[in-house]
């Protein structure tokens, strides 16, 4: 199976938006202490950091979710993910700090409200997407737009849709038992993206899969974002995975935030030695991008430093190409390739050089440095 080039959508790697003091979703301060009882203590439940008062799971975190962003938390197990995500769903109440919506105090929501939150402005997506036996494809991926009472036609239209995207827009009538357990998969990740929530809560949905078929709900989770462009809060333990969906990357540990950043944030200037041991195991030819490149050195296409030198290109690709798809074409060619965005105006210019400098693990940060 060859590589497909892999479009990674430029809206979704864009710069921060101007309005980036005013997230989409903002968390801020927040805290969660378990109380935990005495039963718990005396059968020896309670984690090592236990103090009195409870154990505190999630500590003092703050972070701004953009809309249409995928905004990825990352950590080992126990640091406080899906913690995390279960009280920004209000499944369970924040010890302290804020949470807010689209301007809303999701906290202080009344009850009516919040069901309609829960309902309507938030999907879940959990780990295994059990699909409905006795629908076909298209009914399964409408089902949740026919709860919200979304008209038939305008349902099948967007679940044919969404449908296509992940390969099967020739099987929409088939039944879940024709398929194989990787097509099910695909009709899962359909459905939680073709509802009308605007924000999905995504904890580790692709940890239990094959590698090869993770690869793929990775790659289709970044064409239906295109097409649907929900506002995605995703838990993972895995720093490839992270930094291949995420715009944004929080990185937990015990509790903390202790580095919020894009993928280049954290491979370029990692804040905390535990960080830099998860950078150290990152397939960078697979994270950095085109774009993260040009804009990385900084030479333009048109004007300034080195213009002259790069008037002839032997490719055009968009920003959003891998390097690993990138390595290829340069390889072939001495002339460098113009990297354009998504209207395709020139982001500048990279040669093989470039783009081995960007590989190369950065001096003084990494433990890996020369
Ligand atoms: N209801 C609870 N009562 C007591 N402690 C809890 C409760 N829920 C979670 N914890 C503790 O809080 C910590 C964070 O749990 P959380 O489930 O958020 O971790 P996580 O980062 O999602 O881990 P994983 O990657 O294993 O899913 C853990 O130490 C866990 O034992
Ligand atoms: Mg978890």
């Given at each position: 199976m060859t590589a497909q080039p892999t479009a990674l959508p430029t809206t979704l790697h864009r710069e921060e938006s101007m309005d980036s003091d005013k997230p989409f979703v903002r968390v801020e301060n927040l805290s969660k202490v378990f109380h935990t009882g005495s039963t718990r203590r005396m059968l020896g439940l309670l984690p090592p950091k236990s103090g009195r008062k409870g154990f505190v799971a999630v500590d003092d975190v703050s972070f701004g979710v953009e809309r249409g962003q995928i905004f990825v938390i990352m950590g080992l197990s126990g640091s406080g993910k899906s913690t995390i995500i279960r009280m920004v769903n209000r499944l369970i109440d924040a010890s302290d700090g804020t949470i807010t919506v689209d301007g809303k105090d999701v906290r202080s929501l009344p009850p009516a409200d919040l069901r309609d939150y829960r309902n309507r402005t938030i999907n879940m997506v959990f780990q295994h997407f059990g699909l409905f036996p006795h629908k076909s494809l298209v009914d399964n991926v409408a089902f949740g737009l026919k709860v919200r009472r979304v008209d038939k036609e305008a349902r099948e239209a967007k679940a044919a849709e969404a449908l296509a995207i992940v390969g099967l827009g020739d099987r929409i009538h088939a039944m879940p038992d024709q398929l194989s357990g990787g097509m099910k998969q695909r009709v899962g990740l359909a459905r939680a993206l073709a509802t009308d929530a605007e924000i999905l809560l995504m904890d580790e949905p692709f940890s239990a899969l094959?590698?090869?078929?993770?690869?793929?709900?990775?790659?289709?989770?970044?064409?239906?974002?295109?097409?649907?462009?929900?506002?995605?809060?995703?838990?993972?333990?895995?720093?490839?995975?992270?930094?291949?969906?995420?715009?944004?990357?929080?990185?937990?540990?015990?509790?903390?935030n202790i580095q919020c950043g894009t993928a280049l944030d954290l491979l370029e200037a990692p804040a905390d030695p535990y960080i830099e041991d998860f950078v150290a195991e990152v397939d960078r030819s697979r994270v950095l991008t085109a774009g993260m490149v040009a804009r990385r050195t900084g030479r333009h296409g048109t004007e300034g430093q080195g213009a002259d030198l790069l008037s002839s290109v032997s490719a055009r690709v968009p920003e959003s190409t891998v390097v690993q798809d990138l390595l290829p074409i340069l390889a072939t060619g001495t002339e460098p390739v113009e990297v354009v965005d998504q209207d395709g105006a020139t982001i500048g210019k990279i040669t093989a050089g470039d783009v081995f400098s960007a590989l190369a693990p950065s001096k003084g940060n990494s433990k890996n440095a020369a």
């Open positions: 094959d590698p090869l078929i993770r690869k793929d709900m990775q790659e289709l989770l970044i064409k239906l974002q295109q097409n649907f462009k929900k506002t995605i809060i995703f838990v993972t333990h895995d720093l490839n995975e992270a930094m291949y969906l995420g715009d944004k990357i929080m990185v937990m540990k015990q509790g903390k």
